[in-house]
């Protein structure tokens, strides 16, 4: 069985500061990562995703993550926050072959202050 | 092209009702699935539905039941309402079932159970 663990449910960053959600997973067969946003009253949006090949993965509106096999984690980063960046972020994972059908993490929220 | 919707966007029941919930899906899209996002949790995959067949299913208890139509949009029906079903319901589609994760989510329906 697989699953997503994203240390911290609540992260506040100063505007201009760096963002670090962090995401471990567990799967018994190579996975697909996902990060999605979640902005207020809305649905999820995908920001980045690693099927295979590099493991620096760029996504939307400057995020980007690194795939580390050894560590099982998928850390998104973001050099600079804005402050249309509040809002719920998920790390999900899928399993090959298990056809779209993905295990979210509990989300992390992040807070932006001026 | 047009997004995917879901109706109603939010709606009020008494523990014992049954709800449908519907979702049409992007534009191209012939697969849906479903997903349970309770307050301050990450979403949880009720079941996906590829050319009106049941492809996959997470650990609901069979009183949460689904269906696509033909046009590939689909209901979520939902008996015996209990407490704990209140939460978004989250609905999203895909070009395929084949594990690329890119889902693309509507806004979701909000039930509340009282």
């Known amino acids: 069985a697989q699953s997503v663990t994203q240390l911290g449910s609540h992260v506040s960053v100063s505007e201009g500061a760096l963002v670090l959600l962090r995401c471990n997973y567990s799967?018994?067969?190579?996975?697909?990562l996902f990060w999605y946003v979640q902005y207020p009253n809305q649905g999820l949006q995908l920001l980045l995703k690693y099927t295979t090949g590099a493991t620096l993965v760029k996504g939307i509106n400057g995020f980007e993550a690194e795939f580390k096999k050894s560590e099982t984690s998928f850390h998104l980063t973001k050099p600079s926050a804005h402050m249309s960046d509040a809002a719920e972020y998920f790390c999900a994972v899928s399993e090959v072959a298990a056809g779209n059908k993905l295990t979210f993490g509990g989300g992390t929220r992040v807070l932006v202050k001026p | 092209e047009t997004g995917v919707t879901q109706s109603p966007t939010h709606l009020i029941k008494t523990r014992g009702q049954q709800v449908t919930l519907r979702c049409s899906s992007q534009s191209g899209h012939n697969t849906v699935s479903w997903y349970q996002q309770a307050l301050g949790q990450g979403p949880q995959f009720i079941f996906q539905y590829y050319r009106e067949e049941e492809n996959g299913r997470g650990n609901f208890p069979p009183r949460f039941s689904g269906l696509q139509f033909p046009n590939y949009s689909s209901e979520l029906n939902v008996n015996a309402l209990e407490l704990d079903d209140s939460a978004l319901y989250l609905c999203?589609?895909?070009?395929?079932?084949?594990?690329?994760?890119?889902?693309?989510f509507g806004e979701g329906s909000r039930l509340t159970v009282l």
């Open positions: 999203a589609s895909s070009g395929q079932p084949a594990n690329t994760g890119e889902l693309f």
């Open positions: 799967s018994s067969v190579p996975p697909y």
